[in-house]
C-alpha cells in the first residue's frame, strides 16, 4: 500500500511510493504543522519470514504451544495475506535476538524521523510457550524500546490484564468488527 514505511513486518524503512525518507520528512513535516502525532505500526511478535536475516533473529524464536508445536500465524496488517498462514511467522518475544532486531528497527526510525510514539500490534497475544514467557518478553521488549528511546510512548493492541501494567495504552482488538478482550489466551 501507500504506507509511508514498509508493512513487511520485521523490517521497518521507508517506501518509494510516498517519496522515500524525503517524502515521509515531507509527510511528518506538514502533519506536525496540523498539530497530529504520528505513531508508526510495528509488530511486536510477528514478522515476514522473507526479511532478510529472518533465520538469525526470527527463526529459532518461533512461537511455541505448549506442546513444543511451532504456532502457524494468520497476522497481517493490511489482510492481504490473511490465510497464507506460511507468509508470517510469530516470534516470542523472550527471544532476545527477536526483541534486539525490533529496538533497532524501532529506534533507527525514531532517530531518522522523530515520531512521537510507536503502536506495537498484537502485544496480548499469549502462548504458554515452553522456550520463554511470552508476557516477560513483552515487558522486556517495552523496557529495551525505553532505554533506546526515553520519554516514547509506545501503545500497545486488545487490552488484557496480564499487560495492563506493561503497556497500559491499548487500541481495543476486534474480529469482524465486534471489539474482542483478550484475557483468555491463544493457547491453554
Known amino acids: 500500500g501507500g504506507a509511508p514505511w514498509r508493512r513487511w513486518s520485521g523490517r521497518y524503512d521507508t517506501h518509494a511510493r510516498p517519496g522515500g525518507a524525503a517524502g515521509v520528512h515531507r509527510l511528518l513535516g506538514g502533519t506536525r504543522q496540523l498539530g497530529v502525532h504520528v ?3 510495528c509488530g511486536a511478535n510477528v514478522a515476514s519470514r522473507d ?3 529472518f ?19 494468520s497476522v497481517d496488517g493490511d489482510a492481504s495475506r490473511h490465510y497464507d498462514h ?20 524501532i529506534a533507527s526510525l ?38 533506546a528511546m526515553p520519554g516514547h510512548l ?3 493492541e486488545a487490552w488484557c490484564d496480564t499487560i495492563g501494567a506493561i503497556v497500559p495504552p491499548v ?18
Open 55 to 73: 533465520e538469525r533473529w526470527g527463526e529459532p524464536g518461533l512461537l511455541r504451544g505448549p506442546s513444543g508445536l511451532i504456532t502457524a500465524d
Open 86 to 105: 506460511g507468509s508470517g511467522a510469530l516470534i516470542n518475544p523472550a527471544y532476545k535476538p527477536w526483541r534486539a532486531h525490533l529496538v533497532e528497527q
Open 110 to 147: 525514531h532517530d531518522k524521523f522523530g515520531f512521537d510514539a510507536t503502536f506495537l500490534d498484537i502485544s496480548a497475544m499469549h502462548s504458554n510457550d515452553p522456550n520463554g514467557d511470552t508476557t516477560n518478553g513483552l515487558r522486556f521488549l517495552i523496557d529495551e524500546l525505553h532505554a
Open 51 to 53: 526479511v532478510p536475516g
Open 171 to 188: 487500541q481495543p482488538g476486534h474480529r469482524t468488527t465486534i471489539p474482542l478482550s483478550h484475557d483468555i489466551p491463544d493457547h491453554d
Open 39 to 41: 505513531m508508526p505500526r
Open 154 to 156: 509506545i501503545a500497545g
